[in-house]
Antibody, heavy 122, light 107 residues
Framework: EVQLLQSGGGLVQPGGSLRLSCAAS????????INWVRQAPGKGLEWVSL????????YYADAVKGRFAVSRDNVKNTVYLEMNNLRAEDAAIYYC???????????????WGQGTLVTVSS | EIVMTQSPATLSVSPGERATLSCRASQSVNINVAWYQQKPGQAPRLLIY???TRATGIPARFSGSGSGTEFTLTITGLQSEDSAVFFC??????????FGQGTKLEI
């Protein structure tokens, strides 16, 4: 079964840092681009970041540019989202989601990871 | 940035009836729209991509239509398990990818 398995997340103080992980199961992660999408409690979906299959290209939403960094370790079959200088408005469930087509970017997202909760509070 | 506007915000429909959900783009996105269903505590599930192509395993009761700026998700023969929030996504012009704000469907 094709799955994305997420870990990381938790409670962090404003200004703090956190790293989220997204691991692949049932497919070769290095063949696919990965997106990060977040959802504040009770709110809609907001795209955060995209990294290409090779890791050579990445994109960010303006709200996180300069604070978040996406990377990948294709040997470990894992993508990471490093979040720095976290703010209250970054609190959300973070999902990783795969581009559905091999070696392409800019398509719909499928499948999605189970999500991980990030809480930013003192 | 392309803004996706969904309507209505909430839709209440009886079992067995049809639901029509709308999504409007602030500029043309061709057919580069996907629809997702999200139930409480779960990740979004892909229903439709390329505006009208059903994802694997999605029942024929779910159908999508539209192009340009106007898109519709239609669900026929509504069942209680269809209760969820539905989101549209445009992937025509990015970054950023943008979602609609969601329509809550109550059965």
């Amino acid at each position: 079964e094709v799955q994305l398995l997420q870990s990381g997340g938790g409670l962090v103080q404003p200004g703090g840092s956190l790293r989220l992980s997204c691991a692949a199961s049932g497919f070769t992660l290095s063949d696919y681009a990965i997106n990060w999408v977040r959802q504040a409690p009770g709110k809609g979906l907001e795209w955060v970041s995209l990294i290409s299959a090779s890791g050579g290209t990445s994109y960010y939403a303006d709200a996180v540019k300069g604070r978040f960094a996406v990377s990948r370790d294709n040997v470990k079959n894992t993508v990471y989202l490093e979040m720095n200088n976290l703010r209250a408005e970054d609190a959300a469930i973070y999902y990783c989601a795969r581009d559905p087509r091999v070696s392409t970017i800019g398509n719909w997202f499928d499948p999605w990871g189970q999500g991980t909760l990030v809480t930013v509070s003192s | 940035e392309i803004v996706m506007t969904q309507s209505p915000a909430t839709l209440s429909v009886s079992p067995g009836e049809r639901a029509t959900l709308s999504c409007r783009a602030s500029q043309s996105v061709n057919i580069n729209v996907a629809w997702y269903q999200q139930k409480p505590g779960q990740a979004p599930r892909l229903l439709i991509y390329r505006a009208s192509t059903r994802a694997t395993g999605i029942p024929a009761r779910f159908s999508g239509s539209g192009s340009g700026t106007e898109f519709t998700l239609t669900i026929t023969g509504l069942q209680s398990e269809d209760s969820a929030v539905f989101f549209c996504l445009q992937y025509h012009s990015w970054p950023p990818f943008t979602f609609g704000q969601g329509t809550k469907l109550e059965i």
